[in-house]
């Protein structure tokens, strides 16, 4: 069964402060990895999918990077804002079909 | 914009009943999810179907809880009877046989068993 840690569990900010949370997936037989923000009361959106070593994606203020050898992935959040309080999770393919979602790291920024 | 569907959105049930949750996939999608959302573990696979076929549903519990797809663009998820521990917000989820496509997800069905 494939594990897929994120860490820390939850998070709080002040608004303008810049943060950033990891998750950890099997580096053996990757395949990719994709975060997701998770709204309270809403449904996943995905962020962004990660496919190769070394990857780093960017949208608005929110970027990942990924490390394939080593088994790990950062999001980073720059200059958080409120809005961008939610639960992020990552997920890997098991065997390219279904993801496995890590249990999130719930980020809330006060103002 | 393509999205995926679900009704209804709020279910309200006694214990005992049968409860029906319906999903619509964005066409085109070959694969569809049931996933429930709990506080322990976020998201929690329930089952999952692949150009109709079930795959996998060993998330489910067999003994009251099915899933179907009786067609490409309808897939079902049942509980009979209801306990008052389904209570969750169930989603379904639609997209491509790839690791690397996203899945899309609905907006989910808030289930309640009084």
Known sequence: ILNVEQSPQSLHVQEGDSTNFTC???????????WYRW????????????????????????????????GYSYLYIKGSQPEDSATYLCAFPENTDKLIF??????QVFP | DARVTQTPRHKVTEMGQEV?????????????????QTMMQGLELLAYFRNRAPLDDSGMPKDRFSAEMPDATLATLKIQPSEPRDSAVYFCASGLFRGTDTQYFGPGTRLTVL
């Open chain 1, 102 to 107: 890590g249990t999130g790291t719930r980020l």
């Open chain 1, 24 to 34: 950890s997936f099997p580096s053996s037989n990757f395949y990719a990895l994709h």
């Open chain 2, 20 to 36: 029906t949750m319906r999903c619509q996939p964005i066409l085109g999608h070959n694969t569809v999810f049931w996933y429930r």
């Open chain 1, 39 to 70: 709204e309270t009361a809403k449904s996943p959106e995905a962020l962004f999918v990660m496919t190769l070593n070394g990857d780093e994606k960017k949208k608005g203020r929110i970027s990942a990077t990924l490390n394939t050898k080593e």
